[in-house]
């Protein structure tokens, strides 16, 4: 995978503005935004691209967008960027911008919204369940046995954690409920874990993830140096192909484009099960997405070249 010809000069020659890349924000994700925004900066700087930060933090940013720019590059994480309404405002002043649109964003956020999608479509995911203060603990961990319980609309594994009493479930829960929207239990699911980048229309290589915590929390993805990143993932090439596909299937059934990442689960009957969709993944240096692009041969700033550039078609 090159684009090298797709990047030449002639599409960024028709950029009528700086490039703003939004970053920071209100949302417990606003460290890692920072970092994936400083590195899309440098990289598209690094091109002779004119690119100026906008931090969302400050709810004057729209304005100075419409004053300014004409063209965003996404780089908030959570409901910021990831929920739609960025997407909204962006759409109301006619600025184009990287990522996928105003309801793919919402439903992909929203992870009970997007798993209550894929049943209908019979995509498959972990059974799971809303919960709320009354809630019968017990007899959720009775069913399953254990959980992972999930803020529905945050990313970076903020907020979760493992069940496997009542008591745990009951506790978790009111630790996810300080997030916002709702908040699920996930049946959990015993083996490998995997992600697939999508490209445009393209997927790019698997990876396969591994951590000696209890699961790829927060601390795995942003902090840990023993994290274990391996591709080639080690599936069959039978098995790599059904798992691009129910990525790129999964992607599209929320109407997502442009670029982002898919999460799986594959259990000890090598079944995968669909996690959730991010829309707008980390771009830092301990982030999939870019790890992904460098299997195929894309480096960094040529991968926040072709995402800038797929928003302008």
């Known amino acids: 995978m090159n684009y090298s010809s797709d990047n030449d000069k002639s599409w960024k020659d028709g950029l009528k503005s ?3 890349v ?3 924000g209100k949302t417990a994700e606003r460290a890692v935004s920072l970092q994936s925004g400083e590195a899309i900066l440098a990289a598209l700087r690094a091109q002779n691209i004119a690119a100026e930060a906008v931090d969302t933090q400050d709810d004057s940013w729209i304005k100075t967008v419409a004053e300014r720019y004409q063209h965003v590059f996404i780089a908030l994480h959570g409901g910021d960027g990831e929920g739609g309404s960025v997407q909204g405002a962006l759409d109301s002043i006619d600025v184009t911008y990287t990522g996928s649109g105003v309801m793919a964003s919402a439903i992909a956020l929203d992870k009970v919204r997007c798993k209550y999608l894929w049943r209908g479509m019979e995509l498959p995911t972990p059974s799971f369940c809303e919960l709320s203060i009354n809630s019968h603990w017990d007899d959720i961990i009775r069913q399953w046995g254990k959980v992972i319980v999930k803020p529905a609309s945050e990313g970076s594994s903020i907020g979760m954690a493992i069940a496997t009493t009542g008591a745990e479930l009951k ?3 009111e630790i996810a409920s300080q997030y916002q929207g709702a908040v699920m239990a996930e049946q959990w699911v015993q083996g490998a874990e995997f992600t697939v980048a999508i490209l445009g ?3 790019l290589p698997v990876i396969r993830l591994e951590t000696d915590h209890g699961f790829y929390d927060y601390e795995a993805k942003y902090i840990s140096t023993d994290t274990r990143y391996i591709c080639p993932c080690g599936l069959s090439a039978s098995q790599e192909q059904e ?3 129910m990525a790129l299937d999964a992607f599209h059934s ?3 484009e442009g670029w982002g990442r898919v999460d799986f689960m594959q259990d000890e009957s090598d079944n995968f099960f669909l996690l959730e969709v991010n829309t707008v993944p980390g771009m830092t240096d301990h982030s999939l997405v870019p790890m992904a692009a460098k299997e195929a041969s894309v480096n960094f700033e040529e991968l926040v070249a072709e995402i800038l550039r797929l928003s302008l078609l």
């Open 254 to 256: 929320v109407g997502c």
């Open 243 to 245: 798992l691009k596909k």
């Open 201 to 203: 229309k393209e997927t």
């Open 22 to 24: 939004l970053l920071g």
């Open 18 to 20: 700086p490039v703003a």
């Open 171 to 173: 506790g978790a829960y």
